[in-house]
């Protein structure tokens, strides 16, 4: 267990009357529980706060009108994971795989594991099975991608990147899962803060599906999954994009913060900790 | 209201222990009631029904030894559309689109409107906005394209068909949502049966969120949307297999049939009729 | 028959010994004489020249330790094209295609023409054959597509830019070539100098092949075809980049310019009038 | 030194005036040297012949008049190649590629090279320069592809393959042909007979610029290279196709075959030997 505070402050110039979405608060979920949390519009406006299916996503969405908008997010979470043995988490079989799992098996816009089956098969088919396995994928991906920002825009995929062997977090992200999918591991796209990430941002990771329950993975390595706190799960990043925007307006200035309560830094999980927060 | 019979039969030569998912069931709602339904398995299995989802979708799921498999599905289906004026029926503007409806907005993997966002708004952005709208991508898509079996593949996206222009039902389905989306109205694959399909098999066709309800709409123009049985609803054909097979299973034989109760054929619903069953 | 000057100064900063060539000298052809022309690297360096094909075309070699490297291009430029009259002028049948030009109908990295022949033909499949079909396809490019400085790059081809409709001349060329190509009219890009483009740059346009001769169109409209000075044809910009760098060197400045002898700017070709110089 | 005798017939059903390319005949050069050849049409048709470009490739064109048309072609060559030590062969530096190489360095349609300059970089970046590189480039790609017939189409890219991890000969070709361009070393596409291949058919390897010379490799190992006989070369397949039809004829039937003259099969090439015939 441990205190984390996470925030971020989003300003943007908005031209017309528009519509926004914003997927920026932390998840309130038996794992990741909510102590204290503000969210503040200025100038002050109607806020509509969406359920986002039963993962405890939320998004807020306002309409306004042409000013200088400024969003501030502000929260203090307990994360309370449920911490498993990875040598001893198995895959889940076909016949077992939950019906609102099932959907994570698909291949989705940024994660084309129809067409990567064949690789992932070749490359990871003939490793045992279990936690491991995607451990191995994460590891590879993270060994096979060279981190570079900017190299990499909003429309690349999992296959994109497979070829050019470049990108960010978020690439990372899509190739893990596509990855994983392709091989018949269902797994997801999570948006979040965190802790430690340098330069800080919003961060995008993953989860896999494992003998019944969602484990944390970040293919990128620029953060530890005890210090991951999660806004939102999708199957690949078109669906927790930190705003959505209808309209005219443009972001002028975005800064995110997280960090441990007393500003100590846990160690590391050891590889034989497996953690799951969903 | 009509009455519809619907059935499909499989064959399999299943060659190892196979995990089989069959989305083949037509779906239960308070506008598509299932008057009777039969599933049988040969030889008979332990079968688990699957729900998916808040719109009656079902799938079915065996675990099958090597053998020789059929499957017979049968349903007698009293069809109630909600019907609506189309020239009433207005967009539902983005401040206003449910949470459960925003992930049809959002590009998928057969569905790629981030790509076509430009072409979408270009062609159709200064059409009048409502149902008339959706109207004309579906007619364009219809007139785009060249019906041409086996011209594409499980793998094709409605970007690949913009520029070869061709495709099946399955195509022209992807091109017409993505190009909904890509001007903000949110659209869904539905997979289904219908009546007078030539030849008869598994159709595809779209669903369109307008004035807070799902409409039906057949790019295709291989039925009319009076006659469509709904099995299920994804974001994309990859969410709506009819089966997915996990071992080595081969299909050897699919006959589908839809037909209404009297075989009568009732005339197409006019330009003025929205049809809804959602 | 017309006098242009042009020129080009390209600042380099060469930090590891490189390898550079340079393809921005004016071909020299009959149709287009150099009447003078001066090539200056600073420092000095040993240049070797590459004659490229049949048509004039030069590449300009050295091998560069690290410095700060400026090259300087200026020529003097006598235009002597040959003029048709674009009402007479035919398609040259596939019977009929010089060995030499038949490479112009295959397609290339950036000019898809396999892919999108079925959208050619259905296009432009009907039109009257021969130089007015050709402005066809350039006159629809040019409407299909805005012109978004910073909307593409190095890697975008033909089919990218069919579906996201916006680009720059390089992109506009290369539909164009690629819907040429579709409908079995040779076609290849040419590189060039191009009188009044503004910005001032390199500029990229194409050629066509008919009756027996290449002649110009610019699919852009950003110059005349009669203030164009080529420098190099190739099947696409892969052919034809204006410096290929093997090492470590970055460019630092580009300027570009090219202006009638007596700074007069004729009056456009009519619709009558179709030019060759190649 | 060594006699091959190889041929080819081909049967086409055309149904309407066509123009028909085929690139069936052998390369002329002075290390394959024409001892033989004949080529026949049934019926009888004015053939003309085309040279294309400076190493020994044709092609022969005719219009044919609805028919069914047989080609028959049969040759008798003697194989002299140039023998190279493979060990002591290098790589051309950029700086001393000949005019007329440069194009093979260059991304094509189906050689994206441009896209894959990371990769390969990062696969074969570190390897000792020379002749031993491209061996293992195509050893790479013969591991890391399955042979799979029917896995690819005429549109496949050596981008596609890389993600499917399947092929055919061509696409072996194309892959090897795009990492050799993505880490600096000119390649081109061969299409040619080829001895003891099975099922005996056309046949696609590559040539790799070496030391100032064209040398051969066979990616998919299907053939020796010392039983290669060059039908013509190109960029990738697109400028190789066997046959090129304009109007309308189908196919119907396809025979080709190639032996050593005495049907000895000598021993492949030991690992110290390279060999070229261009």
Redesign the interface.
Known sequence: MSIIRVGSELKYDVRQAT?L?FRIAAANTPHQKLISEQLHFNPQLQVET???GSDGNR?H?V?VQPCKLQITYEATIELAPEVGNSANLNES???HIP??V??YL????YC?S???G??AF?EFGSLALGYRRVQAICDWVNQFL?YTPGSTN??TTA?DV?????GVCRDYAHLAIALCRGI?IPARYVSGYAVNLDPPDFHGFIEAFLDGKWFLFDPSRLSQVNGLVRIGT??DA??VAFATI?GNAALTQKSVWAAHADNSSPPAPDLQTAISTA
Chains 1, 2, 3, 4 share one sequence.
């Open positions: 519509v979405l969406l359920d986002l998004a969405r309409l079989t076909s016949a019906a609102d099932l959907p698909n291949p989705s816009r084309e129809d067409l990567l064949r690789f070749e060279d909003a429309t296959a497979l070829l050019m062997r470049t018949g999708g199957r078109a669906d209808n």
